[in-house]
């Protein structure tokens, strides 16, 4: 009669280890997205951050084309901050390239 609402012996010692296991088994998944999370957005940002320079170069690209030379572009680019060795958007000044003369 007893037997019956009894537990054996072997289901008291899984109970331990399911729990130790479930514990485990979330540190580990806290760690990783601790990890993957900030580096995801990372990279997230740098993606942005090179698709507006490259959108940069490719307009200033196209603008210089439009010149005879470059002297003529200094001249008359309105929208360029041109210092020494570097050319700056004039509404952005971190979208910068540098060219040699």
């Given amino acids: 009669m007893f037997s019956r609402f009894r537990k054996d012996s072997s289901e008291l010692k ?8 479930s514990l485990l088994s979330l540190m580990i998944f806290v760690m990783i997205t601790s990890i993957l999370l900030p580096a ?6 740098y993606d942005v951050k090179t698709k507006e ?10 603008v210089m084309n439009g010149y005879e030379d470059f ?3 200094k ?3 309105k929208g360029y901050v041109i ?3 570097e050319i700056c958007d004039k509404d952005e000044k971190d979208l910068c390239i540098v ?3």
């Avoid at 899984?14 to 296991?21: N, R, S, T, V």
């Avoid at 490259?54 to 690209?61: M, V």
């Fill in 40 to 45: 995801a957005l990372l990279l997230v940002q």
């Fill in 14 to 21: 899984d109970e331990g280890f399911l729990l130790a296991d």
């Fill in 75 to 77: 001249d008359q680019s």
């Fill in 99 to 101: 060219y040699k003369n």
């Fill in 71 to 73: 002297d003529e572009f």
């Fill in 83 to 85: 210092s020494q060795g």
């Fill in 53 to 62: 320079q490259l959108d940069f170069n490719r307009h200033l690209y196209i």
